[in-house]
T-cell receptor, first 114, second 118 residues
Framework: GENVEQHPSTLSVQEGDSAVIKCTYSDSASNYFPWYKQELGKRPQLIIDIRSNVGEKKDQRIAVTLNKTAKHFSLHITETQPEDSAVYFCAASSRGSTLGRLYFGRGTQLTVWP | KAGVTQTPRYLIKTRGQQVTLSCSPISGHRSVSWYQQTPGQGLQFLFEYFSETQRNKGNFPGRFSGRQFSNSRSEMNVSTLELGDSALYLC?????????????????FGAGTRLSVL
């Protein structure tokens, strides 16, 4: 089945700096890649997603890039703020035999220092 | 629209007991997935149900089981509880948006049930 690796596991940045979280996947049939943010004590929530026919997608301060050839995708957060502090999960899914399942990375704890 | 509702929010059980957790998905969503979350272990996939059928299964022992009803509500059951089963159990409902090439599987999570096994 699919295997999603996520790095780094922890990331500390100063407020205003950029943060980058990287994920790799193994199944070339994966074609949908969402990112979830989980604040302390809260449920994971979708923040951005990308399909495999798109190389980059932006939404205000966050962006996701996808390299299908290398099978990796990344989350970029610019001008970080303390409220960006959370655990971020990447995920992948396909329309194949595992339709309906999201394969999650192990998460990145992002801390933004004021 | 009401969000995903999980009950109960907290549970305390002792080893050897069994427990049933409930998840009511967003109206119209037919897929329900279950995850176990422990510190440092991320989101461990348990299983996914779609239209009352288990469509995907993770690598958990047979003590973990689930089902889905005709109204899409889902339950998961853990029998013979072990100390290591202490965790936050999250369910997520999804509405699959399909076109000719892609299925966008956006999962909406409930607040979870925190299970403590003593």
């Amino acid at each position: 089945g699919e295997n999603v690796e996520q790095h780094p596991s922890t990331l500390s940045v100063q407020e205003g700096d950029s943060a980058v979280i990287k994920c790799t996947y193994s199944d070339s049939a994966s074609n949908y890649f969402p990112w979830y943010k989980q604040e302390l004590g809260k449920r994971p929530q979708l923040i951005i997603d990308i399909r495999s026919n798109v190389g980059e997608k932006k939404d205000q301060r966050i962006a996701v890039t996808l390299n299908k050839t290398a099978k990796h995708f990344s989350l970029h957060i610019t001008e970080t703020q303390p409220e960006d502090s959370a655990v971020y999960f990447c995920a992948a899914s396909s329309r194949g035999s595992t339709l309906g399942r999201l394969y999650f990375g192990r998460g990145t704890q992002l801390t933004v220092w004021p | 629209k009401a969000g995903v509702t999980q009950t109960p929010r907290y549970l305390i059980k002792t080893r050897g007991q069994q427990v049933t957790l409930s998840c009511s998905p967003i109206s119209g969503h037919r897929s329900v997935s279950w995850y176990q979350q422990t510190p440092g272990q991320g989101l461990q996939f348990l299983f996914e149900y779609f239209s009352e059928t288990q469509r995907n299964k993770g690598n958990f022992p047979g003590r973990f089981s689930g089902r889905q009803f005709s109204n899409s509500r889902s339950e998961m059951n853990v029998s013979t509880l072990e100390l290591g089963d202490s965790a936050l159990y999250l369910c997520a409902s999804s509405l699959e948006v399909r076109d000719s090439l892609y299925t966008k599987n956006i999962q909406y999570f409930g607040a979870g049930t925190r299970l403590s096994v003593l």
